[in-house]
């Protein structure tokens, strides 16, 4: 159980991510550079991370996004495994989870694809002693995206952490008249854009999982409004 929810905060400062892969196969739709556009694209990442703060399943919100964007036919989050990656659990996180030294936590990293672009990368740390059998053999043996594979357990989602890793506006810039009227050409969108970490509970608040997502420039993949 968490008893401190503030003290789990800190499990921030302690996860270490690997850097999402850009997308290199496929080239993302253009952007122009003005200010309306910065508008735009800002009010997306914002509404964005609304909707994946107010469900607890982040794969089921990005099947929605993807649909709604119409970024890939049929509009559906695949995960891809990625193999041969361990990382083992620090302090923090056994006691943000509840667990002692010795008591098994598995790691999973898998990249959520719609189509053929990843729209988010999700490290995840969990108590495989928590899941059922049938869960653990499904997160072992295939690709199935954590969320979509444990959602039987009607888990709730604690975010611990949100950081907007790109900005399009600059700071200051109600402030800056020429922030408005400069810029051309195409909008250049950093690879990664936005950061969640959360732990997932079951609905008796016991803790089972930590999870760090990075969602990617593949989230604003489609001509812009």
Not at 111 to 119: A, F
Request: aromatic share 6%.
């Amino acid at each position: 159980m968490i008893h401190d929810i503030g003290r789990a905060v800190s499990l921030c400062a302690t996860l270490m991510v690997s850097p999402v892969p850009a997308l290199a196969a496929e080239t993302l739709p253009a952007w122009t550079d003005d200010f309306t556009s910065r508008i735009k694209a800002l009010a997306l990442l914002q509404t964005l991370n609304a909707d994946l703060l107010s469900h607890d399943s982040a794969t089921l919100t990005l099947d929605r996004w993807c649909e709604k964007h119409r970024l890939a036919s049929p509009a559906l989050i695949v995960a891809e495994l990625v193999h041969e990656v361990d990382k083992a659990p620090t302090t923090e996180q056994r006691h943000v989870l509840g667990v002692g030294d010795s008591e098994p936590v598995k790691y999973r990293r898998v990249r959520l694809r719609c189509g053929s672009r990843v729209l988010s990368e999700a490290d995840n740390w969990y108590v495989p002693a928590r899941l059922t059998p049938d869960m653990n053999r499904v997160l072992t043996t295939t690709d199935t995206a954590f969320g979509r594979a444990v959602q039987a357990l009607h888990f709730q989602r604690h975010t611990l952490s949100v950081a907007l890793l790109w900005s399009p506006l600059p700071e200051g810039w109600e402030m800056d008249g020429a922030a408005k009227t400069k810029g051309a050409g195409p909008l250049h969108i950093p690879s990664q854009l936005l950061e969640h970490r959360a732990v997932l509970m079951l609905p008796d608040g016991t803790p089972f999982s930590t999870v760090v997502e990075t969602y990617t420039d593949a989230v604003l993949a489609f001509p812009q409004p």
